[in-house]
């Protein structure tokens, strides 16, 4: 039982550069997320789409565009990286149907670095 | 002030001791209130969901607040295992309003 797959879980990237973290749930899930987590800060939210076909921004979109490819597929891009951008990238998913439906389920993440 | 505010300790605490955190939130609108855990290193985990009478898991328990505006998580015989970060999160309408809180580390101590 995967859940939620992201990868690459390692990268660095000189600035400039674009990547494409990808990400995969097979859950049936409805709802997928994309997180950034620093230290001090907390997981913020970046992109969300509550089902496919639709994505919405989140607290901190600046900089990344996402794409919701079907309903098990959800990519964020980063398409020219700043060192502000160095971080840990969740990647998660969510039911959506009430109860345990409630629960986010979140990938291993991605150890971006940008230099 | 932050939406979501925890003590990042660490908590340092001998095997087998009872330790409790809190948690508090500003936005009195707030919905829904869970506890995650977090290893170092891994992603966050579902620890359990806060309910308004108060939860009981095992040796866990959470209990809620709304007149102050802060949730708890009381862990009883600390085990070595439960030695990770406890985040608070607090969800003030749809599920892209949640709000994680950055954390309290908990070391449990041979």
């Known amino acids: 039982n995967a859940g939620v797959t992201q990868t690459p879980k390692f990268q660095v990237l000189k600035t400039g550069q674009s990547m494409t973290l990808q990400c995969a749930q097979d859950?049936?899930?409805?709802?997928m997320y994309w997180y950034r987590q620093d230290p001090g800060m907390g997981l913020r939210l970046i992109y969300y789409?509550?089902?496919?076909?639709?994505?919405d921004k989140g607290e901190v979109p600046n900089g990344y565009n996402v794409s919701r490819l079907n309903k098990r597929e959800f990519s964020l891009r980063l398409e020219s990286a700043a060192p502000s951008q160095t971080s840990v990238y969740f990647c998660?998913?969510?039911?959506?149907?009430?109860?345990?439906?409630?629960?986010?389920?979140f990938g291993e993440g991605s150890w971006l670095t940008v230099v | 002030r932050k939406e979501v505010e925890q003590d990042p300790g660490p908590f340092n605490v001998p095997e087998g001791a009872t330790v409790a955190f809190n948690c508090t939130y500003s936005?009195?609108?707030?919905?829904?209130f869970f506890w995650y855990r977090q290893d170092c290193r891994k992603e966050p985990k579902l620890l359990m969901s806060?309910?308004?009478s108060g939860n009981e898991d095992g040796r866990f328990t959470a209990q809620l607040n709304r007149a102050s505006q802060y949730i708890s998580l009381l862990i009883r015989d600390s085990k070595l295992s439960d030695s990770a970060t406890y985040l608070c999160?607090?969800?003030?309408?749809?599920?892209?309003?949640?709000?994680f809180g950055t954390g309290t580390k908990l070391q449990v101590i041979p």
């Open positions: 999160v607090v969800r003030h309408g749809g599920y892209q309003k949640v709000t």
């Open positions: 806060v309910y308004s």
């Open positions: 998660a998913s969510r039911d959506g149907h009430g109860g345990m439906g409630n629960t986010i389920y």
């Open positions: 859950m049936n899930h409805n709802s």
């Open positions: 789409s509550a089902s496919e076909g639709t994505t």
């Open positions: 936005n009195s609108a707030s919905q829904s």
